[in-house]
Structure formats: structure tokens, C-alpha cells
């Protein structure tokens, strides 16, 4: 399955690039975290707590179901001012 991985604000920063396209067998959000934070030290930002996803532009938690050819988004928590 090819799965769409966009970051943003600070994730996009540190990364030094927009995002990815993976193919593995992700079932979840939570798995193509889990293989992202296994390509390197880099990625060890995607580990925060507090970190929030989307997946085909809506919000949605790490547990979320995966399809072929979906889009995740993985960015910091967002406040208003």
C-alpha cells in the first residue's frame, strides 16, 4: 500500500522536507509512525506525545484505519491567540 505522508510547521522544519510517500503494510496512523520513527534520529520528533494527525485533510487519532493511497498529515499542536 502506498500511503501520502505530508508534515508541517516545525515537523516540516526539522525534517527539511514537506513529506514522503511510503509503501508497507500500515494498517494504522500509529504504524507508518512507527516506521517513520525507525528511519533515524530525525524523526524522533514525530515521537512527541502530543502530536496530531490527519488523515485525507481531517483530524483524526493515531488509531485511525488506513486505505491504499490515503494522505497522513503529522503537525504540532495548534493555539489561538
Request: proline letters at 4%; a negative charge.
Amino acid at each position: 500500500m502506498k500511503i501520502k505522508v505530508v508534515y508541517f510547521a516545525r515537523y516540516r522544519e526539522l525534517l527539511g522536507r514537506d513529506g514522503e510517500t511510503l509503501d508497507g503494510a500500515f494498517g494504522r496512523i500509529e504504524d507508518v509512525r512507527q516506521a517513520l520513527l525507525g528511519k533515524g534520529e530525525a524523526y524522533a520528533v514525530l515521537a512527541e506525545q502530543n502530536l496530531m494527525c490527519a488523515r485525507n485533510q481531517d483530524l483524526c487519532k493515531p488509531d485511525e484505519a488506513l486505505v491504499d493511497g490515503d494522505e497522513v498529515a503529522f503537525f504540532p499542536p495548534v493555539t489561538g491567540g
